[in-house]
């Protein structure tokens, strides 16, 4: 019984006690849901502190019906205590042909009209994002390379 | 208790590592595994000791008596095992390995690769045969009381010393003791003097002669019908 | 003795279930799943049937030693391992459009471990056209719906892409270089130090003569500490990977754990029936090669002027 890189808690207890087989936990869904923690990737001054501090943002809503975030999703963050909301750029979950699939759940902090903190995202973005229907023609204008 | 969605490797990649031949019809290779249901092994990897101790048992004996459905599964094994050991040779180290694996005794490995292969060698057919047998029970098994629902097989490797289990269809009369006799009485009037004289002569003269020839063999015949009814027929 | 005569007619006509009288059986309506023809060509047991009867002996070798490397560039025409999933229909027609589409485009031979260049034509793309590269880590699927994925660490972010094999949309895959590993799944770059699996995207292609074999890389990853993303340990048991480099402590209490594990098989590398199960016998191989043997015949000089056409211009 082994447990992925997410719940690294349990792996260190399983290595101590060898007869634990029977902890019960929730099934492993390889999708980004409310309560996954993302990795912040533009150069905005609230993302870099935070994945700094060791506490990274984690999800407290996902403006889409059935509430499962996808490449594009906006999203409500939990930072330091504060609300913000983001737009998903990079998932670890296995996907369809011709779209990328990435080492981390990649993410940008914006404003409520859609305006990015950062200035620049570091990191390669699918080209998805660029759909007009998903209106995200200011965080494309920050972005430096697309795969 | 925990599964593993993300971690499992969903789609199989094709493994052509080998090439392989197919089985030939007489052998019967199921969807998936059996289970041979024994209780002092758990798993996967003692159903296979489980398997090497039949195999060992069948290249000593050259037949052996089994569960039918556990029989299905040896017979392909050793077909694979054969099959193998006839292509790759004595001297190459994974079928070595594999033969150490299966056969559990040493002189059976050696019986393996200088008895079998050069007997199978030109076949085209499979090297095993399953007959399949009724499930009635031995006085020993009726006085204990022991119970039998499932068939009982026969495995047997193809051209064994043993007496075959089914009698030939077609019995050849060359060998009877009246043919044998009829035989010889043909060879001993055709190099007789009387045919070639008689060939130049009239039919009816050769047919007369002929004919008491045919008789008095004949009369032979009837004497030792006589003395073989007294015999046993063979 | 009306009742006999009407189910005789309720069988004929195949009335649905709610006409039906209560002593008549439903095995009539299953039937349909058994019954249907799947074709002949491509046996749907393990074992041939009596009509294929082999010819030659079976210590003899069936495939001449000039096709036995086409399984091996060609993995995607063979049919599924699964008997259940094949159906002979199919397969001639997919091997049709496979071929019209490699008349098309040039897909080259590759394998897990070679490092490739694909340039896809995609609507939301700036100038309508993307180019990836990466090296080759899974090659799965059988006909059509055949698929690789390219792994490369950009900007110091891994990203994997699986592409078609067969898609339209892709314009060009180029081979930068040719190579295999010691493996079948280098899944397990995810978790190794990152050295292993940066390319720069400006690679340019390595020169090979036609006819020389093909390099084997016997590379050994060095792995990232624990906690991984996956149980390799157990993968390498199961599927014996061969590329990971031994990491000292780890290994013996992984192994002694999957041991006490009812479902593990320590002796799985002599299990000779699940091999044959996964495997893809000879005898029905060989109609698909020499099918392919005539194509390449007919095309090889094709190609040949076509790629000195590109050595030139560079």
């Known amino acids: 019984m082994s447990f992925p890189g997410n719940s690294r808690l349990l792996n260190q207890i399983s290595l101590l006690v060898n007869y634990a087989r029977n902890f019960n936990t929730s099934q492993i869904l390889n999708q980004a849901r409310i309560g996954t923690f993302m990795r912040v990737v533009d150069n905005s001054a609230l ?78 973005i699918p080209n998805l994002i660029r759909k007009e229907t998903y209106g995200l023609n200011k965080i494309i204008a920050i972005a430096t390379r697309f795969v | 208790m925990v599964r593993h969605y993300n971690n499992a490797l969903p789609r199989p990649s094709t493994a052509n590592k080998k090439l392989i031949p197919i089985l030939p019809p007489e052998v019967k290779v199921k969807r998936g595994p059996i289970s041979l249901n024994k209780v002092w092994y758990r798993g996967s990897s003692g159903r296979l000791i489980v398997i090497g101790q039949h195999i060992t048992q069948l290249f000593k004996f050259e037949r052996i008596t089994l569960d039918y459905h556990h029989a299905l599964e040896v017979q392909g094994y050793t077909e694979r095992l054969i099959t193998e050991a006839m292509r790759n ?53 009726i006085i204990t009381g022991k119970v039998r629902h499932a068939d009982k097989g026969c495995l047997e490797l193809k051209g064994n010393p043993l007496p075959p289990i089914e009698p030939p269809k ?46 008095s063999s004949l009369e032979l015949i009837s004497i030792y019908r006589n003395q073989i009814s007294d015999i046993k027929h063979i | 003795m009306v009742l006999p005569r009407v189910i005789k007619l309720i069988h004929s006509y195949n009335v649905p279930l709610y006409c039906q009288l209560r002593s008549a059986s439903r095995s009539w309506i299953y039937k349909g799943g058994k019954g249907i023809d799947k074709g002949k060509g491509f046996s749907f047991t393990y074992t041939s049937t009596p009509d294929d009867k082999r010819q030659i002996p079976l ?84 006909g059509l719906n055949s698929c690789f994925t390219l792994r490369n660490i950009v900007d110091r972010e891994g990203i994997e ?20 590993r010691l493996d079948q799944d280098l899944r397990y770059l995810r978790d190794a130090e990152p050295q292993y699996s940066t390319f720069p995207l400006d690679m340019e292609p390595e020169l090979r003569k036609e006819g020389a074999p093909v390099p084997v ?54 299990d000779l029936m699940k091999e044959y199960r996964s495997h893809i016998p000879e005898d029905a191989q060989l109609p698909i090669w020499n099918k392919l043997s005539d194509y390449e015949k007919s095309t090889s000089e094709i190609k040949k002027k076509a790629r000195r056409a590109k050595m030139i211009k560079r």
């Open chain 2, 89 to 141: 040779g004595d001297r190459h180290i994974p079928t070595m390995e594999l033969a150490d694996f299966y056969i559990h005794e040493k002189q059976l490995v050696h019986k393996l690769f200088k008895v079998l292969v050069p007997r199978y060698i030109d076949y085209t057919d499979s090297f095993t045969k399953l007959w399949r047998l009724s499930p009635a029970l031995s006085r020993e098994d």
């Open chain 1, 47 to 124: 993302g870099k502190q935070a994945m700094l501090d060791g506490k990274p943002p984690k999800i407290i809503g996902i403006y889409r019906k059935p509430r499962i975030a996808e490449l594009g999703t906006k999203v409500i963050v939990a930072i330091k205590g504060q609300k913000k909301k983001g737009v998903v750029v990079g998932l670890v979950r296995l996907q369809k042909p011709f779209v990328p699939r990435f080492d981390s759940n990649n993410m940008v902090l914006m404003d409520d009209k859609g305006n990015p903190l950062g200035t620049r995202i570091l990191v390669p």
């Open chain 3, 161 to 180: 892409i699986r592409y078609d094999l067969y898609n339209p949309t892709i314009r060009s895959i180029e081979v930068i270089k040719l190579e295999k």
């Open chain 3, 59 to 142: 210590s003899q070798k069936l495939i001449p030693e000039e096709l036995e490397s086409m399984r091996l560039k060609y993995p995607e025409f063979l049919p599924s391992t699964k008997p259940e999933h094949r159906n002979k229909i199919k397969t001639v027609l997919e091997h049709n459009d496979m071929l019209q589409r490699r008349n098309n485009i040039d897909i080259p031979e590759f394998y897990v471990g070679s490092i490739l260049a694909v340039t896809v034509s995609d609507p939301n793309a700036a100038g309508k056209i993307s180019r990836f590269l990466g090296i080759c880590i899974f090659r799965e699927g059988t």
């Open chain 3, 217 to 270: 890389n016997p590379i050994k990853v060095k792995m990232l500490p624990l906690p991984w993303s996956i149980d390799w340990f157990k993968i390498r048991y199961q599927h014996q990977t061969y590329g990971i480099e031994k990491m000292r402590g780890v290994w013996e209490y992984y192994y002694k754990r999957s041991v006490h594990n009812r479902h593990h098989n320590e002796y799985e590398q002599f």
């Open chain 2, 170 to 215: 077609y019995i050849s009369r060359k060998s009877y003791l009246t043919n044998v006799l009829l035989d010889a009485a043909k060879k001993d009037f055709y190099a007789s003097k009387q045919f070639s004289d008689n060939q130049t002569s009239k039919k009816k003269v050769e047919t007369s002669a002929w004919l008491e020839n045919f008789n």
